[in-house]
């Protein structure tokens, strides 16, 4: 069974790569919660799909074809990729690259397009997983009814106190104007929440 040629722009490889590598990758977030085991993956969502690979040209031409290729990696913005597999897409030529030094009979060459992708994905954050190094916490008007006094156990975090009291880090640390790093809170330490 032969596969169509790959094809990118006007350009149709007159033998296919000799290998092809399709990368699927998710943007991702690891937040850790100081003095515990816990650990939260957040999926932010697809990259951009690679392909890569590497191929060959060989017999009388064959540098003459790798400069085909080459002015096309130079056309510049993203155009249609035809694979022999996968699907369809928009791509942009990232890398060309000869493997040896070129002969007029043999190039091998290594290459990786990224899938473009037009429009801009928006992906919302939670604000309560976002933690911010520069805080500057102002002291809040609080009523003697709301204070509850709640001391710091080893293996705790703001997250996970403001949890308990049914609030958030942002609430407790408004609360507590001591607190100057909302990721430093220490065993033994009194908190409004």
Known sequence: MSLAPLKYKSYIWPVNPSTYTMRYEKNTAVHHYPYTNINEVEDLGMKPREVSGTGE????????????????????????????????????????EPEQEPTPNYVRYSFSFIEHIPETKIVEVKKEMVLPYTYEAKPAMISKAELKEHIVKKGECLSLIAKRYGTT??????????????????PGQKLIV
């Open 57 to 96: 040209f060989i017999g009388e031409g064959a540098y003459e074809e790798f400069g085909k290729l080459a002015s096309v990696f130079y056309d510049p913005g993203p155009g249609l990729l035809v694979h022999p597999v996968w699907q369809i897409q928009q791509a942009v030529f990232t890398r060309l």
């Open 169 to 186: 880090w942002k609430e407790i640390v408004k609360k507590n104007p001591s607190i100057k790093n909302p990721n430093l809170i220490y």
